[in-house]
């Protein structure tokens, strides 16, 4: 971005109900936005304004604005009256300021530290660094602007914060900032005891050099809300400190929302913008965590309210303009089968233009997958589940981070969860019954533990649970996972939470993903589905990831991770001793299959396949022998390739559409549609399938699942529509239903009044 401003974006009004509550502020002179100033522990501090700044650290707001007003209508200094300006709230003021101090000192790294913090605390990182950077090389040894890099790294949750924190503290061991950055990155990985030391050394440096200790105090009570103490002696210490410091309950709500503890988050930031009404980041939060309750209006009134005091946040203004798309979603609600009266439902929110298409198989999928997760994890719902799907994957990236961009498919917010829809990626990037499948295991293990469970054990159980119940067979094994496991970087399941939260190396994440869920594999097959129940059991009553393996499973982490080696080499041992040889044998398949050289694509292919069977995502072996098979005119065993690909969990549509057309023709209709019915599941938008399924079911006697398919392609407004209304009268009348047979005839013959199948139907009917 250009420094020469600091640029908003404009977004729709939400309500007016909004305006009403922020007239209610009554906001002071001096307001605090986000972009305010952040405290300034820097030895460079200019003296003039520390008399300001103690009135300000005390919550005294209007004299503070008195003496920051005072200040920069007296001082020449462009920088001095550029932290003035920041602190009464004016930033195009600051930004303004900062750029005529630079002018005329070019070579000063203290002005562009400075003027870094302000793009930081704008939303604008990027510029922030740029601005460090240049600091740093005007002088490599100025602490601040090193810190600032730390800060910025530290917002992106890249691990070089520690490192940077580390390198600072070993030469300067007094340096408040640096104590404050090393605790907030203890805490995000649940090393209390590291944080309570950290924060030790960083209270009594903040009272040898007369610091405001406040950020000490919110994030000692933030490792108190952690151990579970709620009545924090560091809340009443900074609120006797500042009565008006909303941080006190917002850095606590920070790290209940990492650790997924949404409701505990949501009451602490109500509290937080009680207190300091224009404690902008604050009502961000709340708003978007108000959404992922699905408490939509009450969000949709503090992201508001976020925008008028801070309209640099994207986070703010994208999660607004999802607020307004609401309206072209529909909310369905559905009742779980055999339940009461009044029992928890779903309620699922589709796109309108999907909803008619893809509601029976939601439904479907969510029913079966609630009814699983209730007998193997013991635990009843007590909350209606909500489901909704996007068919644009930004629009779910905002719903999940408030940012475009991620590189999620799915996420769950206790009883919400939200995904992209089938047609939210390119056809057959991802298999939306898997994901959704997942996203409900998450609801099971976060509520049934009131989301004390760590995060390598829900996503290990939904994992597992995807392998071992979904609708995608078999063990998907990433290769960079394989990889991984081969250098063993695999981490201790103590550890096992820091390969999500800081990954060291690229595609730790997914390698952590998949490590979790076969070490819930393994405890499945030694301890039974018992071992992960009571593990889970563990985790509610607040037991550690130690104490939960040992209360559990009966065995110390250091046994369970032991056995676990084991596990894997009896797994994995063959597969990691050829991978490279497979690898090769990979590549050599797919050389020949652009050269259409057929019989090396099949040489080849059955080696790779004989080397590593299990392999069936992108790159296998299966989808280019069974075409060079094919065009060798050796269908039978083209189909025999890719049956053993289906039936291991490959989902290719193109490879499954042309298996349940070989299969159909070789007289296995019953297989066919089996195959169809998994390709549901990666393109359910799809009126070819449809019709070719529904016709197969209905010639197999299957009349309901018939009926479900015409109805689907009939909501996919094909350009045949008489042809999709007569054949739902020939659903209809396979169920003897002679009034809707009647009725759907009719409709074709208004389309199409010369259509002879329907004219000749209707006359049976008729006669």
């Known amino acids: 971005m250009n420094r020469r401003a600091l640029a ?21 002179a001096a307001a605090q936005s986000i972009g305010a100033q952040p405290f300034d522990y820097s030895p460079g501090r200019d003296p003039v304004l520390q008399p300001c700044d103690e009135r300000y650290h005390r919550g005294e707001r209007a004299e503070a604005a008195a003496c920051y007003t005072r200040v920069s209508a007296e001082s020449l200094d462009g920088a001095v009256r550029a932290e003035a300006a920041w602190r009464l709230g004016d930033l195009q003021a600051a930004n303004a300021f900062f750029r005529t ?3 005329l000192d070019p070579e000063s790294f203290t002005i562009r530290e400075r003027w870094g913090r302000l793009f930081l605390a704008t939303h604008q990182a990027d510029e922030a660094a740029r ?21 910025v790294a530290l917002g992106r949750f890249e691990d070089r914060a520690r490192t940077i924190v580390e390198e600072v503290l ?21 090393g209390v005891d590291a944080a309570r030391e950290a924060l030790d050394e960083a209270l009594d440096i903040a009272e040898a050099q007369d610091l ?7 994030l000692h009570a933030a490792a108190d809300v952690l151990q579970g103490i709620t009545a924090s002696e560091w809340t009443d210490r900074a609120l006797a400190y500042n009565p008006s410091y909303g941080e006190i309950h917002a850095t606590p709500a920070y790290y209940y929302l990492i650790n997924r503890r949404y409701r505990e988050a949501v009451e602490l930031l109500f509290e937080a913008v009680r207190i300091q009404p224009d404690l902008w980041t604050a009502h961000a939060e709340l708003g978007v965590n108000l959404f992922r309750q699905n408490r939509v209006e009450e969000a949709q009134a503090h992201l508001a309210l976020a925008y008028q005091g801070d309209p640099f946040s994207a986070q703010t203004v994208n999660t607004l303009r999802l607020l307004d798309s609401l309206e072209n979603f529909v909310v369905l609600r559905r009742e779980l089968p055999e339940r009461e009266v009044g029992a928890p439902a779903m309620l699922l929110r589709l796109h309108k233009d999907e909803a008619p298409v893809i509601d029976a198989y939601v439904t479907g999928l969510v029913a079966d997958s609630i009814q699983a997760f209730t007998e193997r994890y013991q635990f009843e719902l007590e909350e209606d589940v909500v489901v909704e799907l996007y068919p644009e994957h930004d629009d779910f990236a905002v719903r999940t981070l408030g940012l475009p961009g991620i590189g999620l498919l799915g996420v769950a917010f206790g009883y919400l969860v939200a995904m992209d829809s089938p047609s939210g990626s390119r056809e057959g990037e991802f298999h939306w019954g898997t994901t959704l499948w997942h996203e409900v295991a998450h609801i099971f293990t976060l509520e049934a533990t009131g989301n004390l469970v760590p995060r390598w054990f829900s996503e290990g159980v939904s994992v597992f649970e995807e392998w071992s119940t979904g609708p995608l067979p078999g063990r998907h094994i990433p290769v960079r996972v394989l990889e991984a496991m081969a250098d063993d970087r695999f981490l201790p399941v103590a550890e096992l939470d820091g390969g999500f939260m800081r990954p060291t190396y690229e595609g730790q994440v997914i390698v952590s993903y998949t490590q979790a869920g076969l070490l819930c594999q393994y405890i499945a097959l030694e301890w039974g589905q018992q071992g992960l129940v009571d593990m889970l059991n563990g985790f509610a009553d607040g037991l550690s990831t130690a104490g939960a393996i040992r209360e559990g499973l009966g065995v110390a982490p250091e046994d369970l991770d032991r056995g676990f080696r084991e596990f894997l080499e009896a797994e994995f041992r063959a597969t990691l001793d050829v991978l490279e040889e497979w690898q090769g044998l990979t590549q050599a398949t797919y ?40 065009e060798l005119d050796r269908r039978p065993e083209a189909m025999d390739t890719l049956e053993t690909y289906w039936r291991l969990g490959g989902y290719s549509p193109g490879a499954l559409r042309r298996l349940g057309t070989w299969l159909h023709d070789a ?38 699942g018939a009926l479900r398919e ?34 759907h005839l009719l409709y074709a013959l208004e389309i199409a009044p010369h259509y002879r199948e329907a004219q000749q139907l209707l006359l049976e009917i008729v006669r």
Do not use: K
Request: proline share 5%; aromatic share 6%; net charge negative.
């Open 667 to 704: 007289g296995r209709p019953v297989d066919a549609i089996a195959v169809y019915d998994d390709l549901i599941m990666v393109t359910p938008l799809d009126a070819e399938v449809h019709t070719t399924l529904g016709d197969w079911m209905l010639a197999e006697g299957m009349a309901d």
């Open 8 to 28: 908003a974006c404009p977004v729709r009004a939400a309500v007016a109900a909004i305006a009403l509550a922020a007239s209610a502020l009554a906001l002071p």
């Open 170 to 190: 070993e030469g300067d061991g007094r340096h408040l900032e640096a104590h404050l950055i090393s605790a907030r990155l203890s805490l995000e990985n649940g």
């Open 212 to 218: 405001p200790p406040l950020e000490v105090y919110s």
């Open 131 to 151: 601005l460090f950077t240049e600091a740093l090389d005007l002088n490599e040894d100025y602490t601040p602007a090193r810190l600032g890099i730390a800060a």
């Open 591 to 630: 050389r020949a299959l652009d050269a259409g050289d057929w019989e090396e694509v099949v040489d080849q292919a059955e080696t790779a396949v004989g080397t590593y069977p299990d392999y069936v995502d992108d790159g296998n072996a299966y989808i280019p022998m069974a075409m060079a098979l094919e």
């Open 101 to 103: 101090a630079l002018e």
């Open 710 to 743: 015409y109805r689907a392609l009939m909501a996919t407004q094909p350009h045949d529509m008489a042809g999709a209304h007569y054949r739902l009268a020939t659903a209809f009348l396979a169920l003897e239903d002679q009034a809707r047979t009647r009725e």
